[in-house]
């Protein structure tokens, strides 16, 4: 019962995007704090192939069960590999940028803002997510209370 609560409406998908932030939040520290590195070339996913990608899950999931419960079967990408747990590892491409004279491609606007979307990401996940725990920790309460 426990296994079909969790993976019950939303909470997969905010789930799968909560871990795709979070390793991409990774991958551009990694990116800004190599800023100065000669030889170094920025890399960087495609937010809106993660996200194409769970929306096709997202719609299998419909189509199998209606949509109100199951698990996501999220196929992989060229650049997000999903594993059998559900974590994620990232085949990052080149994030393109104008190649300096020390052969580095750094773009400090483009990283910032980066950063700042995919912030925002998480943060529109996590405060679902938060929100969607809520009332099912007011279920619980209610049902032993």
């Known amino acids: 019962m426990l296994q079909k609560t969790i993976q019950a409406g939303s909470l997969p998908a905010l789930e799968a995007m909560m ?3 979070g390793q991409r939040q990774r991958l551009l520290a990694h990116n800004i704090a190599n800023l100065t590195t000669p030889d170094f070339q920025a890399k960087d996913v495609s937010p809106q192939g993660f996200q194409e990608m769970l929306g096709e899950a997202v719609a299998k999931r419909r189509k199998r069960t ?3 419960d199951g698990g996501l079967d999220m ?3 060229r650049e997000v590999k999903v594993r059998r747990d559900g974590s994620l590892s990232f085949r990052p491409s080149d994030s393109g940028g104008v190649l300096l004279h020390d052969r580095n491609n750094r773009d400090v606007e483009r990283l910032m803002q980066d950063m700042t979307e995919n912030y925002g990401m998480y943060r ?3 405060d ?3 929100a969607r725990m809520g009332v099912l920790r007011t279920a619980i309460s ?3 209370g």
Request: charged share 20%.
């Open 19 to 21: 871990r795709f932030t």
């Open 66 to 68: 209606g949509g109100v």
């Open 75 to 77: 196929r992989g990408s």
């Open 124 to 126: 529109v996940a996590n």
């Open 128 to 130: 679902l997510m938060r």
């Open 142 to 144: 209610q049902r032993v």
